[in-house]
Nanobody, 124 residues
């Protein structure tokens, strides 16, 4: 079964930074759109950033605009999420995902491949 593998989660104080990584199989990395989502208990999974095929264009949710950035390392088939100026409201399980169709870039229904998630906890 295809897996995306996230890493880099942890605990940080408000105002701090974290960088999440997502390793993907080469054929997914090069042909799928990819994104990051987050989810807290009892809430729907929220799409926060998306990167289109080729990595030339990105899309961010308003909740993270100006603080989070998505990037790629083509040599490592790895997707990153740089998170700065973290707030307690950013506390969630973060998921990397890949979309073959590239429809609905910030909606979970548009993605067909998911990682296992990595926890981010921001304390005040």
């Amino acid at each position: 079964q295809v897996q995306l593998v996230e890493s880099g989660g942890g605990s940080v104080q408000a105002g701090g930074s974290l960088r999440l990584s997502c390793g993907a199989p080469a054929y997914i990395y090069s042909t799928y759109c990819m994104g990051w989502f987050r989810q807290t208990p009892g809430k729907e999974r929220e799409g926060i950033v998306h990167i289109y095929r080729g990595g030339f264009s990105t899309l961010q949710a308003d909740s993270v605009k100006g603080r989070f950035a998505i990037s790629r390392d083509n040599a490592k088939n790895t997707l990153y999420l740089q998170m700065n100026s973290l707030k307690p409201d950013d506390t969630a399980m973060y998921y990397c995902a890949a979309s073959q169709s590239c429809n609905y870039p910030l909606r979970s229904t548009g993605y067909n491949v998911w990682g296992q998630g990595t926890q981010v906890t921001v304390s005040s």
